[in-house]
């Protein structure tokens, strides 16, 4: 008979890369927890909600995810938790508190050695100035979307070049200059101007 600690393991396999499954369990149960696998959501890749009305800190995550941005997405948000229980719930949702936590518990992730090289390159150079989370750092963003499942037409805006034209859900957009992180580009059809991640990803339109 499986322990619970060696079921939750095995269906860890499936999202978690194999070497990273025991310390995420570890993480798991070093708390009254309730970690669930949530459908893709658009606006976020994972959360964090702390305990009430009786019930347990609670930590969801994008079941999409590769097995990278799944481990990070999920190191992100159990370090919302240990911030949480460390310093209360009056502290910025990603102050030095939080960055601290992300750190301590990133550490034994990049000790392991077992990430590929260009997500261990970014991870330690986003320790040197953490952001929010990873979809802010572009350099770990890129890393991580290396192993993405992606549709060979579907490609990052930043690949294409100026003036090229892409689908973007329902509409059609020419991409502008860069402005920052976010391209300008124009949706054809209104000629309004919208400023685009430059990773989102993009359908190009070759005619």
């Not at 658009?42 to 995550?61: F, L």
């Not at 192993?147 to 859900?169: A, M, P, T």
Request: hydrophobic share 35%; glycine share 4%.
């Amino acid at each position: 008979m499986k322990t619970k600690k060696e079921k939750i393991a095995e269906a860890l396999k499936k999202y978690v890369p194999e070497g990273y499954i025991p310390y995420v369990v570890e993480l798991m149960f070093s708390e009254n927890l309730a970690f669930r696998i949530s459908k893709p959501r658009k606006t976020k890749a994972g959360d964090y909600r702390p305990p009430y009305n009786g019930q347990p800190h609670r930590i969801s995550i994008n079941g999409d995810l590769n097995p990278y941005a799944f481990l990070i997405t999920t190191i992100h948000e159990f370090a919302h938790m240990t911030t949480y229980i460390k310093y209360g719930p009056y502290v910025q949702p990603h102050g030095a508190e939080w960055k601290s936590e992300f750190k301590r518990l990133l550490i034994p992730v990049l000790e392991k050695k077992e990430l590929p090289v260009e997500i261990e390159a970014a991870l330690k150079r986003s320790l040197q100035n953490l952001k929010a989370s990873s979809c802010t750092d572009i350099h770990l963003t890129r890393a991580l979307k290396k192993h993405d499942k992606r549709d060979e037409s579907i490609v990052l805006l930043e690949n294409l070049g100026n003036n090229e034209y892409f689908r973007l859900g329902k509409k059609t957009f020419q991409r502008g200059v860069l402005r920052r992180r976010r391209y300008l580009c124009k949706e054809i059809n209104t000629g309004k101007q919208y400023l685009v991640n430059r990773l989102a990803e993009v359908e190009p339109i070759n005619n």
